[in-house]
């Protein structure tokens, strides 16, 4: 009689990694499937922008949702903005897309961006436009139609105020309910710096042969972090509180007091400019029974080749409705929801001739 012995456990055979910081764009580029790009706005506007955001940003709110039995509140600020160049006047879709950025809650249209934010994005869509040139493309990312080809393009921005040390936002993956799979964020930090904190899931194949480690990455003021492709499948990200953080101390005055020095600063402000793909437009987002949109999520712990990665469409009721989901879910079928076209569908036009 043969006797199974029990594997070994993975606390015995795989050494834990420490944390480590990753403290320049090539190290980046090395360890997580993110850039980083410094300086990448004029130094009077990425001031400028500081000071627009952190104003507007006394108005802003927490997000709130449940938590088992109790409404929990987000330790930072945040708001949502469309573009204007997309017609969010005349489309009521996008107040639905806003919506579901403040957890369902509802809120009214979403303004436009700023004008500083206008002039940010342009400079942005640029770099994000040059360093997508330069890596192969997964085959559910979004190909494009008509004559924009394959052109990245922000329609929509999230924007988070973090005062001191203690306002953060916890570990996770961005719902994908409207960016659809394989999405690019492009993330601007402005204001005081903190840590960007990255964390792999591992798939459960590889899990008991390899680790996660964690990433920190000191966001300074004025940079870029680009969240490729495939970011969102497979890591998680978070903006920890840390025990202190250096104050910003900006090159020009506020506007409003054009004589006085400049004051230093707590804030920093994270703009995320955000593609909301055409074929995954509010009108597409299947309902649970609760009759509210679903959210889509990657299934992160089976993966990623681009190809054979799964995604579910689950109910988000949760989130507002006395935390009383429904426990819908199904999953998504890109074929079958009629969605597209992808990278893959272009790709396979092209080999057909
Ligand atoms: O503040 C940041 O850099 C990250 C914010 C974030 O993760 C989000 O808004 O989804
Ligand atoms: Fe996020």
Redesign the pocket.
Known sequence: MSVLRQAPTLTQTIPRLPPLTLSNPSMITQHTPCTMHLSVLPPELACRLFYTMVDLSRTWNRNKWWLFDRVVESPHR?AFYARRTDGVDANEAWQEAAQYWYNGRVSEPPPVFPDPMEEACEIIERVVNDEMRKRTRFPLEWAGTGTEGQIWRANVA?S?C?EGTKES?GF?S?HLTYLGPYPTIA?L?LGTS?I?RLREVIPSEEISTRRARTFNIP?AHNSL?IMHAATQETFK?A?PPQPTIDLYKPLYPHPSEPFDPPQPSNC?I?I?FRFYRPDFHPKSIPRCKCDVPTILRPDMKNRHDGKTDQYWWTCYAGAQNDGKGCGFWRVMDMTTEGRGPTIADVDKKAAVG
């Open positions: 945040t999230a988070n973090y936002v996770h961005d993330s930090s903190r960007f966001l972090t990200h903006i920093r994270n995320t």
